[in-house]
C-alpha cells in the first residue's frame, strides 16, 4: 500500500518483514521485522497470513484464527487486532469476528478513515460484512450480495461500498444501513469478481470473466463506457486519480483508457450505439435489427465521419 501521500510503498511479505520504500526511486527506506512473540506461525501464517494495511499505512490488521471449538457444529472463532509495525506493538483490543458470519476471508479493507472494516468471504450467508472497529466487532452492516464474495471496495468518502464475486453482479450500498442502492451493475452471465471506485468517486470500474471490462456511472449505475474487449483474462482494473482505466490481462499485458466526455455530437452517437447494438429505436420506442446492408452503410458513413471511433 502507499502512504505519505504516495511518497512511500509500504509492503508485507511472508517472511514476516515489513519494508518501505521511497517511489521516487524505489530505494528501501527501513526494515522492521515483526518480532517472534507476535507472529502466530502456525495459525495465521498457514492460512496465507491475513493481513490489511489501514488507510495510512501505520498498521496493518492481522486476523488470527484461535482455533476454540464452542460446539461440534460450530466453527472456531477468528479475532483480528491491528499491529503497528513501526512501533512493534498491538493497537486496540482484539475484536472477535465469528467465522460463521465471515467464513474464509478473501478481502478486507478498512474505511477511508480507517475507523471501519469492510470484509467478503465464503461464508455460509454469501454476503459481505461491515465491522466497525470501535465497538466489540460484531457485524454493523450486512450486505447481501449473493454467492462466493470475493472483493469489496469502499468509495472515497466511505459513505458507500461495492461488493462483487462469482454473482454476474457488481452492487452499489449504502455503508451505513446496508441497503442496495440502484439496479446492480451486470457486463453478462459470467462472474464479475471485482469492482473498483475511481479516486473522485464518480465512476466504478468492473470486469467479467468473459474477457470485458466496463465503467459505469456511480450514482445512476448505468454504463458510461462500451464493452471493453481484452483478448486475455482479467485479473485486474481500477480507476486512477486522474481518470485513467487501467487493466491487467493475461499474458502480461497492461492497458490504459483515458475517460474523457466525448465530443461527438448527438447524431454521430445515436449512429455510433446503432452500430454497436446492431439496432434502431424506432419513434415508438420499439428496438429493430438493422438489415446487413444498413449495418454496412452505417459503419461505411460512421467510419468518414468519425474515423476515431474505428482506430
Partial sequence: TFAENDTQLITFCNDWTVRVWRTADGQLVSTHRIPASYQPLEIVHSKGGNFWFRPD?????????EKIQRASEEPAAWHEQLYDPFAGRWVGVPVELTRWAVGKINQAVFSPDGSRLGMVSDGHSQSGHIFDLRTNGLPEVHLAQGGNVLDFDWSPDGRRAITA???PEVKVWDSMSGDMIRNPMRIDATPARSG?????????????????????DATTTEA??????????????CITPGNRLITASEPNVLRAWD?????????LLREYAEVLSGRRLTEHGTLLPLTDSELEAKVRSLSQRSPELFQ
Wanted: hydrophobic share 50%; glycine share 8%; no cysteine.
Fill in 57 to 65: 499505512g501505520k498498521a496493518l490488521l492481522m486476523v488470527i484464527d
Fill in 224 to 237: 458510461v463506457t462500451p464493452l471493453l474487449r481484452h483478448a486475455g483474462d482479467i485479473r485486474w482494473v
Fill in 165 to 167: 464475486g462469482m454473482s
Fill in 196 to 216: 473498483r471506485w475511481s479516486a473522485d468517486g464518480r465512476f466504478i470500474a468492473t470486469r467479467s470473466d468473459s474477457r470485458f471490462v466496463r465503467v459505469w
Fill in 259 to 267: 475517460l474523457k466526455p466525448t465530443l461527438l455530437s448527438a447524431d
